[in-house]
């Protein structure tokens, strides 16, 4: 049996003003895949499974991965699309199955379904007859045009993600199941139209996990192939933007839609408790002069993880005009800034305009003047992933009680690594903002006092409500608090 594997991930905010582009995309291509064996991703986690079968062979041939930003150019756009094709449909009729690791929340000027349209040029290559599984973020947006071209499919059951392996793991799992029994599954969609956002996102604590467990429930007990609820990127502005409870099986008994609607209605029910909580950046602010412990920030409006530009300085503004005088850590996205700095030299004080470099319709730059503490090339590994991490030519500066770690470029901000490969840990500080809209529990929420939530401006913000979305249908809750719902479930059976 010859698997090939191919691999396109992006995940993009609509409202961030700054587009990506094809060259902020890592590819490796061919047997530089293989690199991924031991890695906790997705495609590592599949290659774990494939190296188990003697009976397997592996035909690695792309992966394009980027950090999340702002939506990719129309010329960035067609040079990756068509790399990725070049690299896949030249070996249909030459392989068995296909595994496709994606992440569901990619946006291209001039097409809103970048993944859809990838699948729906690799299904017309391979013809109807060999299984594709794929693999997807759960803030990904699975589409109808994604839907037709696949035989099975398996999403993150974690946030904040630590299963990228796992899912790999049942994605390659279910591909050599559907190959062996040769299986035509059945795939159930249901639609709920809400944006989840907030604390009870976290699946470890909260309703979003309960949820999944009942997911996870189905698949463990045998009754699916697999089962969950995508609940999608809200800054991702594209047509068929939801949350969606999705159910695979091996038999058209109707178990898939049932299971699937019970998936769903449990989400809408706990709709009310799926919203952000913010507090005032002012209240925060007060709050935090008086605790005796630790407190992170946390700027979820700024999160480049989820697609933002990283340039906010709105909460380093709201300390400052708020007579904060503990010690405060902060990063910014401010490329000017880290190349003065690194003109300078470490120990000169340099003058710079801070923030609003990118997003300047939302963020007026500070003037600061301040001291060069260090310098790097912006090199990181990921505690999580073990992936690396490319900010750019960054600095840390100093000014009054405020260290700041100074990015020439978005990097993804969802855990430590840049503050420990820039010589700063959080914990020797009174305060830390951290651009992530959750961390994962250890890195901060286990040792710090309080956690706020800050109501700040943002491209990512968790008030999707001021966003501005256009493309999304309407209406969904909770920008539309009176949305209605009628479940109702749509089957998707290859080759039935």
């Known amino acids: ?162 299963d990228f392996a796992d899912t790999g793991v049942r994605a390659a799992r279910q591909l050599l199941d559907i190959v062996d029994g040769k299986l035509k599954p059945t795939i159930a969609r249901v639609v709920v139209p809400m944006l989840a956002r907030g604390d009870e996102c976290i699946t470890k604590t909260g309703l979003y996990g309960d949820v999944l467990a009942d997911g996870q429930l189905l698949e463990h007990s045998g009754k699916a192939l697999a089962a969950g609820v995508m609940i999608g990127n809200p800054f991702t502005d594209a047509p068929e933007l939801c949350t969606q409870a999705i159910v695979v099986t091996e038999q058209a008994d109707g178990s898939a839609e049932t299971s699937a609607i019970k998936l769903a209605e449990a989400m809408w029910a706990g709709r009310h408790r799926l919203v952000g909580k913010l507090v005032a950046p002012e209240k925060a602010v007060a709050l935090a002069r008086h605790m005796k412990g630790p407190v992170i920030f946390t700027d979820a409006a700024d999160a480049t993880s989820s697609g933002a530009s990283g340039d906010s300085n709105a909460l380093l503004k709201a300390l400052r005009d708020g007579d904060y005088e503990r010690r405060a850590l902060a990063q910014i996205v401010d490329a000017p800034a880290a190349a003065a700095a690194h003109a300078a030299g470490v120990g000169a004080t340099i003058e710079v305009m801070l923030g609003g470099t990118v997003d300047a319709a939302r963020f007026q730059p500070m003037k600061v003047t301040a001291t060069v503490e260090s310098l790097s090339r912006g090199k990181a590994v990921l505690e999580t992933m073990g992936l690396p991490l490319d900010a750019g030519p960054s600095a840390v500066l100093t000014f009054g009680n405020f260290t700041v770690l100074v990015l020439s470029k978005p990097a993804f901000l969802f855990d430590r690594s840049l503050y420990y490969a820039n010589g700063l840990d959080p914990q020797d500080f009174d305060l830390t903002i951290v651009k992530s809209p959750h961390t994962e529990f250890h890195m901060y929420d286990q040792w710090v006092a309080k956690n706020f939530n800050v109501d700040a401006p943002g491209s990512t913000s968790a008030d999707v409500a001021s966003l501005g979305h256009e493309l999304c249908a309407r209406p969904i809750y909770p920008i539309e608090p009176d949305t209605p719902f009628i479940p109702r479930a749509v089957v998707y059976r290859r080759n039935a």
């Open 1 to 162: 049996m010859k698997i090939l594997i191919a691999e396109c991930m992006q995940e993009i905010s609509s409202f961030n003003p700054l587009p990506s582009q094809y060259e902020d995309f890592k590819i490796d291509h061919g047997d530089a895949l293989l690199s991924r064996r031991g890695l906790n991703t997705s495609v590592g986690g599949a290659l774990s499974v494939f190296d188990e079968r003697s009976d397997v062979s592996i035909l690695p041939t792309i992966s394009a991965r980027a950090d999340s930003a702002g939506i990719l150019s129309a010329e960035g756009w067609q040079r990756l699309s068509r790399e990725v094709l070049q690299a896949v449909l030249p070996h249909a009729g030459k392989v068995d199955a296909l595994y496709v690791s994606l992440h569901g929340a990619m946006g291209a000027i001039g097409e809103h379904d970048p993944e859809g349209f990838l699948l729906e040029e690799i299904r017309r290559a391979f013809g109807p007859d060999v299984p594709i599984v794929i693999s997807l973020d759960l803030h990904g947006i699975l589409t109808d045009r994604m839907l037709r071209q696949v035989d099975g499919l398996a999403i993150y059951q974690t946030y904040p993600h630590v």
